[in-house]
């Protein structure tokens, strides 16, 4: 997917960087909420240091914690 793509490619030195790719997204410690299409969104989250960034959750937003 395009999303994976994305992350595959980024390089955040800290997890708020990936606000400037996900401007929409909410940052939260280390763990990034990105709002998708009507009430869907995706919890990712980021370890900079190690470059990875694992998705946690996707789905809708009343099953995200």
């Given amino acids: 997917s395009a999303l ?10 800290e997890p708020s960087d990936a606000l ?3 401007p ?4 939260s410690g280390c763990r990034m909420r990105i709002p998708l299409h009507q009430d869907y969104s995706v919890v990712i989250a980021l370890n900079c240091v190690a470059g990875i ?3 946690e959750f ?3 937003v009343s ?3």
């Avoid at 994976?4 to 030195?13: D, G, K, T």
């Fill in 24 to 27: 929409n997204a909410e940052l």
């Fill in 63 to 65: 099953g995200c914690a």
């Fill in 53 to 55: 960034a694992l998705v």
């Fill in 20 to 22: 400037e790719a996900f």
């Fill in 58 to 60: 996707a789905g809708p």
């Fill in 4 to 13: 994976s793509l994305e992350l595959e490619a980024a390089e955040w030195a």
